[in-house]
Each structure stands twice: as structure tokens, then as C-alpha cells.
């Protein structure tokens, strides 16, 4: 059994694990943001981890051929369907970042009061970016039905939950004190729940129609028609880093 693609994955995935976590962005944040200003350091946080997250799916779709197959159920009519749903319904999360501003992605500097976020996407769940992390790994890990798309699940998977629970929850209880408890009460991290139990509701002309409607227009358009497209490219380009490469390159040198 060849375990180099595995070794790969794992070295990519824990990669962009550890640039994400806490004490690593802290040391970074404490250190950049005094010499350049929040925005740029934060768009130098975000390109970071878009540029890591990528390099681990573009290995796994490069790679997925030479780790087992598990299963194989694109022959099975509707299949395509339900991956694409999948994907919709993740990019539609997605957009709940955008409800934190533009300063979440470094293009503006953050709000001096910045309350803690309790309308719009958080009515529907708690935790909107989770969930939309959730639905990219599950879709891709359903497509490619490989044994390296579990390992790239299972990593990344337990990372997303992990920093839910033990540093973000924690990190915002901290923050907002009983207004975060108050809300949590309220909001279920399952999507819709809370609102079907009536715990929350949409107040009159609080639902952002045009944005959630706008949000789930672009995302089928992505992923019904321009995924494969991003699908073709991922299996072409070339691999975004190659630090895990050359550790395995060098201890095979040293010690095969």
C-alpha cells in the first residue's frame, strides 16, 4: 500500500490547521498588526488561509486516484443532484460572513463597537461558516468516494469542529458574556431548528429577502454550472505548495 499520498494530505492538511489556530493567528496578529494596520494584516491572514485551504484541495483532487476507492455512486440517477445541492447549500452559508463585514476579510478597518451578531444568517443557525466548511468537505468527499477524500474529511472535519467548541464558543462567552449565553439559548447550531421550534423568529422586515435570495441565485449558478470548470482546474494547476514534499523527499534521502 503506498502511504505517501496519505502522509501528503496529512502534511498539507495540518498545515493550514495550524495557520488557522489560535496561537499561531495571535502570534502573527501581535506582531504584523502594530508595523502594517489591521486591514493588512488581516488580508494577510485571509490570503494565508484561502492559499493553505486550497492547496489541500488541489492535492486531493490530484491525488485521490492513487489512494482506494471506497465507493462509487456517480452512476446512480439523482446522485449529481444531491452533491450539488450539497454545494448550494454551503456557498448560501458561505454568504453569512458577510453579515460580519467587510473588515472580517481585511478590506476595512473593524468597527470600534462591534455588537455580537444575532440577526439574519444567526437566526438560522449559530454558527453559519461551520456549516457552510461542513457541506465543501461532505460534497467533495461524497464526489470522490477515495480513501484519501476520508482522511481529508475526517482532518479538516474534526479541526472545524474542535475550534468550535474548544476556542471559539469559549473565546465569545468571554467576550460578550451573558448576551452570548442569552443567544445561544436561543439559536440552535443546527440550521433552521430554532426557528422551526418558534425560539426565534424573522421580525417584520428583518428578513433579508433580496440578500438571502441573491445568495442561493449565485450559489446553484456556481455549483450547478461553473463547478466542474473549478473541478477541471483543480486537477491542472499546479500544486499551490510544496513543503510537505520536500520533508518526505528529504527523509526518504536520509533514511531509505
Known amino acids: 500500500m503506498e502511504f505517501e499520498p496519505y502522509l501528503q494530505m496529512a502534511g498539507h492538511t495540518l498545515l493550514f490547521c495550524f495557520w488557522s489556530s489560535l496561537w499561531p493567528r495571535q502570534f502573527v496578529k501581535e506582531r504584523l498588526e502594530p508595523l502594517v494596520g489591521f486591514r493588512t ?42 452533491l450539488n445541492t450539497i ?41 453559519p461558516l461551520y456549516w457552510s466548511v461542513f457541506c465543501l468537505l461532505l460534497g467533495h468527499t461524497l464526489r470522490l468516494g477515495s480513501a484519501l477524500a476520508v482522511l481529508w474529511f475526517v482532518l479538516l472535519e474534526t479541526y472545524n469542529v474542535f475550534g468550535v467548541v474548544v476556542f471559539e464558543n469559549p473565546g465569545l462567552r468571554r467576550q460578550y458574556g451573558e448576551e452570548w ?12 431548528l430554532s426557528l422551526l421550534r418558534g425560539d426565534v ?56
Do not use: M
Open 201 to 256: 423568529k424573522f421580525e417584520p422586515g428583518e428578513f433579508p429577502t433580496r440578500r438571502f435570495v441573491g445568495a442561493g441565485v449565485f450559489a446553484a449558478i456556481v455549483i450547478f454550472f461553473l463547478h466542474d470548470v473549478l473541478i477541471w482546474l483543480c486537477y491542472y494547476l499546479p500544486p499551490l505548495g510544496t513543503v510537505t514534499e520536500k520533508v518526505i523527499s528529504e527523509y526518504q534521502r536520509i533514511f531509505g
Open 181 to 192: 449565553v442569552a443567544f445561544k439559548n436561543r439559536v440552535s447550531t443546527i440550521p433552521f
Open 41 to 82: 494584516y488581516r488580508l494577510f491572514y485571509v490570503i494565508g488561509t484561502v492559499f493553505l485551504f486550497g492547496n489541500t484541495l488541489l492535492y486531493l483532487f490530484q491525488h485521490s486516484g492513487q489512494s482506494a476507492q471506497l465507493w462509487n455512486f456517480t452512476a446512480i440517477p439523482g446522485y449529481r443532484y444531491i
Open 87 to 127: 454545494g448550494t447549500i454551503g456557498i448560501f452559508f458561505f454568504f453569512g460572513t458577510f453579515s460580519l463585514g467587510l473588515s472580517f476579510w481585511g478590506l476595512k478597518d473593524p468597527p470600534t463597537e462591534g455588537g455580537l451578531q444575532t440577526g439574519g444568517y444567526y437566526k438560522i443557525t449559530r454558527h
